[in-house]
């Protein structure tokens, strides 16, 4: 994608400083054990061209995996530094975002037009050697109404085909990741939001091997879908 002068100075001014910060402090706890990650060489480190997809316990995830991508990303920010894709209602319109904004692709969920307008960003983005962190549940695992289980009954809600179209056209690489304990960090009740804001639990990330579609020549987008769905399942399941 070409780079235009001010949104790079913004960008370097205010998201790329956060991806630092954010980036020491994820180290930081990883390394007093407080996060855990699993298979951390099976992640592709210094390559392009990736979507992240991730299951989406609480909304600390989209704050936390950014930092999968550092230090990568504090040497060549342009490059490695990964694009968001936050709802446009809580993570973006806000003016108080503003410092996320400049590598966010926001969704305005429940408006199929505006749905469809990001994801043609995300492939732009990705055309372009780019790197995408996206939530296919398409919200918080609590909010869904239809689930997929794992064998031990760990759950994600059914996942959008968006990512399997995505996968399709731009031929990236798929990086499934499973994170649990986020939600005891960051409670998804408002009323026990302030009180139980700490890390009192331990917070795991895993890491599964990257992906590549289609498998076959007939996998279409529900194909892909649902192969990512399984990869992330089979990644709860894994110790």
Known sequence: M??????????????????IFIGVIFHLLKLLKIIKVPHWDSFPHWQRKIILASNHPSLLEPFLLPALFFPEYLFSPFKYAPWST???NNFYKPWYWFWLRSRAIPVNRG??????????QMKKVLDSDGIII??????RTFRGDDFLYSR???????????????????KAQVVPVWVEGTDGVLP??????FSWLRFRNKITIKIGYPLRFPVSPNDGKEEITQNIA????KLAEEE
């Open 152 to 170: 031990s009954g760990k759950r994600i809600r059914v996942l959008k085909s968006g990512i399997g179209w995505l996968a399709l056209k731009t």
């Open 188 to 193: 998804n009740s408002p009323h026990r939001l």
């Open 111 to 120: 408006n199929t037009r505006e749905e469809l307008r990001a994801l043609f």
């Open 134 to 139: 996206l939530f296919p549940e398409g919200g």
């Open 86 to 88: 936050p709802d446009r």
């Open 230 to 233: 399984q990869a992330l399942l």
């Open 2 to 19: 070409k780079r235009k002068p001010l949104k790079s100075l913004l960008f370097l001014g205010t998201t790329y400083l956060y991806g």
